[in-house]
């Protein structure tokens, strides 16, 4: 992949500042006061595709918000929009607003590069880089001039990340000898090293076996004391075990194209025992996926 | 009645039950002798280099002594002497050429690589190396004639570094885009999500990444350089004496010491080209086992 791929010319058009309300969005949760990140799209395009239209979700603080779906609804792309990754993609164009601390991250002006060091983001793959793990630890610290102790904040985080004992001895080999349960949470240690308020995570466990899953699962309701995260999961049980509130995307393929929008976003409680849309009915009893 | 049947329809046939190889089988066969083929075959292609380098160490090896890299190349019909300038002088003209080619080369490789994809300029730039990758050795001595040679109006080292210089570009550039393109996009997109520049993302991630297989890149394009003689013949020239610390001087080398010597009338010179060809395919074989050991990554998951 070139940069040319990766940096392509982003098209930002105006975006209409106002509340959008979508067509199924439920907005009990918007209300609420600890609302961290209020993700309002209108619609999301990459090209002419339509990808993603109507999906409100606020991410409210301290709690884990799992997006789930069906493949192709575009789950990925919403949490992607919400710390600019999609700008990386050809022709990708955004209406809507996502609001963070206050300000719209899509407003004009807005440098994406400072979005992304305030917002922590693990990916599918484990992706450390070819660097010891110390090293990796302390890549983002060292990108935001941290003066401090490295050596102390480095230990937090591995230690914040359940990695600490694992590889305290072995801090200056390099990241990729390790397993891929403790790569990923190497990556999860790299990422909240800089303590971002607002954590990321896109199918972290879908590269993990079960035991690594169910440590990062166990991993995850220890960090929403200290952050919020935000994950995208295909696994429905995972939704249910860490997540404090679950949207549901679907798939309209009406329009001849797949557009991905919101169903249904409640607490996980009420949306698994209790969902109001039928088509949540139908995902969750397993009719498709 | 019906119970009998079955079981006979379930055993083997008659006469194939034995699972021993037969070489009278036509498979077997078939391919004992395509096997026995391929090794022989291979062993043939390397009989050359074998042979070589056993010639080299009986002919060369004779001679190999420390006065042979200390001492000054003798003039024709001499006794004794050595290959000492000549070694230095590959060496100088080497490191000029590798100064000059080096930020060149990694320059337009990250240019290639990181910036440049698929634009116009970028196709003609690795368009333009692919062919100079071809271009016939002599021709670089020709070009580095014409514009330093004749323009400082004298032979030098530093004309001979600008000759294989225009060698070793378009190799150092192509191996080194290869390296940079074979980083993975998961590491790039883990370092853009980190808030990282795209400036921060090449230097701190993609290069390091990289550094063993542009090592590798650059260390063969330097013993293929270093192997060359028609791109020093009417640039560097030779020369009988020490390098003095002027590169703007003809200067002594080992691939034009063995031109030079290889077809003298005098038993001597003969045998020390023998000897420099020893010392030259060394420090070349040296140069690729080096290359070999930097392209090793750390133990990887």
Redesign the interface.
Known sequence: ???????PKVITEKRDSGRVSGAHAVGAASADPGVVMDCRIKTLHYGNFLAVRDTEIPIVAHEITAFIGPSGCGKSTVLRSL?R?ND?VNGFRFEGSVHYRGQDIYAQGVDP??????I??V?Q?P?????SIYKNVA??L???GFKGDYAERVENALRGAALWDEVKDKLN??G?????GQ?QRL?IA??IA?EPELLLMDEPCSALDPIATRRVEDLMLELKEKYTIAIVTHNLQQAQRVADRTAFLFVDTSAGGRTGYLIEYRPSAELFEDPREERTKAYIRGEFS | MANATMNTELAPPSGRTSFRRSFADRRTLGNSVLTGLAVALSLIAMLPLFSVLYMLLVKGGALLSPSLFSELTPGAGMDGGGIGNAIVGTLVVVGISTCLALPLGFMGAVYLAEYGGETKLATLVRFAAKVLTGLPSILAGVCAYAVVVVTTGSFSALAGGCAMAILMVPTVMLTSESALRAVPGKMKMAAFGMGATRAQTVLRIVIPTAIPGILTGVMLALARAMGETAPLLFTALFSDYWFEGKVTQPIASLSVLIYNFAGSPFEHQVALAWAASLVLVSIVLVLNVIAQVATRRPEEH
Do not use: D, H, Y
């Open positions: 992949m070139n940069i040319q791929e990766v940096f710390n990754m990386f590069v400072a979005v992304r060091r305030s922590g983001m990916f793959q992706n450390p880089f070819a660097m890549f983002g060292r990108l935001n080999t390099s990729l000898s390790l397993s891929g790569q990556c790299r990422a800089v």
